[in-house]
């Protein structure tokens, strides 16, 4: 897959062999864009991995996070990328199922931690209207440790 990006801001030197300013993800993948010869193309996510259905994904320290719900997921996970960027080598799963997160999304990185909304209520909202008011609740933020 091949596009023309336009550059938004300088370009910064994340991984070794490659400059980007972002990552672009939807509910299939993953796009990497090198803005210096605006070519693009998916991130591989490797075998038995799958980078679709992110709603928050951020870069910290070499390795991509985010929240996955759109594929039925509903987990925080960290995946190591190879050093140029177009593979996923490694993942680890750092929340899923817990008693707190019920479909959880975007967040924020600080520090060693991953702050993110828990709860985020997406299921009883239709055509831009609360289905049960009832089962509105308070947002819940939760944090997973990166080290």
């Known amino acids: 897959m091949s596009a023309n990006y336009k550059r938004s801001s300088k370009p910064r030197k994340v991984l070794e062999n490659y400059t980007i300013t972002e990552a672009f993800c939807d509910r299939l993948g993953v796009i990497r864009v090198d803005l210096l010869t605006n ?27 985010g ?7 509903y987990r925080v996970m960290r995946w190591q990328l190879s050093p140029d960027g177009r593979k ?20 924020a990185v600080l520090g060693d931690n991953s702050y993110f909304i828990a709860n985020t209520g997406i299921y009883n909202l239709e055509d831009d209207r609360i289905v049960d ?3 509105l609740e308070p947002v819940h933020i939760a944090v997973v440790a990166l080290k």
């Open 88 to 107: 996923a080598t490694a993942s680890v799963i750092l929340e899923h199922r817990t008693d707190l997160v019920s479909n959880p999304t975007t967040g």
């Open 133 to 135: 008011p009832a089962k």
């Open 67 to 73: 929240v996955q719900y759109g594929t039925g997921a």
């Open 39 to 65: 070519e693009s193309e998916d991130v591989d996510p490797g075998a038995r991995g799958t980078l679709s259905g992110i709603d928050g994904l951020y870069w910290n320290k070499g390795e991509f996070l």
